[in-house]
């Protein structure tokens, strides 16, 4: 599938972007269209906007897989936040129920407030 500049526009203004890019700009770097891959590759777009681009032209599985893959390259060794991880990536797969989603990430929240908290307090008291 490739994707025109008519339908990158459609997505991005959608999205109330950055006034950097216009649709002149977006026919420049997409020309008669280019495929996701090549949206991916393209070197003259900065990175998070070439994810973003792409992002947008994927269904909503797909997007859940690569949200879940960034979450775990998030390297810590905090079971709530881990856990947390798990059941989120359990609930898109029809596995866990929102009632313990909602367990889970409170817990989270509440260990992240905690070292936080004691990281702040260490480093006000020295």
Do not use: H
Not at 4 to 18: G, R, V
Not at 57 to 77: G, H, V
Not at 115 to 120: D, P, S
């Amino acid at each position: 599938m490739k994707i025109t500049t008519k339908m990158l526009m459609a997505k991005i203004s959608a999205q109330e972007p950055c006034e950097e890019y216009t649709e002149e700009k977006i026919r420049g770097l997409l020309g008669d269209g280019k495929t996701l891959k090549e949206i991916l590759d393209m070197k003259n777009v900065p990175e998070k906007d070439r994810i973003w681009a792409v992002t947008q032209f994927l269904d909503d599985k797909t997007n859940r897989r690569i949200d879940i893959w960034c979450a775990r390259q998030f390297k810590t060794q905090v079971k709530e936040i881990t856990d947390f991880i798990d059941v989120i990536e359990k609930y898109y797969n029809w596995k866990a129920t929102i009632d313990k989603m909602k367990k889970v990430e409170s817990m989270a929240e509440r260990e992240v407030i905690l070292r936080l908290t004691g990281r702040l307090t260490g480093w006000l008291t020295k």
